[in-house]
């Protein structure tokens, strides 16, 4: 059974940082694409980043690049979402996502992954 949760969410400043981790379970998370996405109230889930399957390359939405970092470690079977200088508008739920079998041109689409979690609030705000 997959199990995939996460923590590291809270309020913060803008310009501030949060990390977020995800602890997972029931599956092997090297050989699995893993990846994050956000939701906004009233708005689709976005994707925010992800490692492709069986690879250490890494992917980022438009909106978070160079100011966002996806990373694990495989010993722990955690992955970590590293995310400085923060906005109002990254505000939301973010959710920890996982697959094993996942291709590259369905990563960002959330309807296409098999596994989340329960999802973490992080909000910026002055």
């Known amino acids: 059974q997959v199990q995939l949760v996460e923590s590291g969410g809270g309020s913060v400043r803008p310009g501030d940082s949060l990390r977020l981790s995800c602890a997972t379970s029931g599956l092997a998370i090297s050989r699995s694409a893993t990846g994050w996405f956000r939701q906004a109230p009233g708005k689709e889930r976005e994707f925010v980043a992800a490692f492709k399957r069986s690879s250490t390359t890494t992917l980022y939405g438009d909106s978070v690049k160079g100011r966002f970092t996806i990373s694990r470690d495989n010993a722990k079977n955690t992955v970590y979402l590293q995310m400085n200088n923060l906005k109002p508008e990254d505000t939301g739920v973010y959710y920890c996502?996982?697959?094993?079998?996942?291709?590259?041109?369905?990563?960002?689409?959330?309807?296409?992954?098999?596994?989340w979690g329960q999802g973490t609030q992080v909000t910026v705000s002055s």
């Open positions: 996502a996982a697959d094993p079998s996942i291709i590259l041109s369905s990563l960002f689409d959330p309807r296409h992954w098999d596994y």
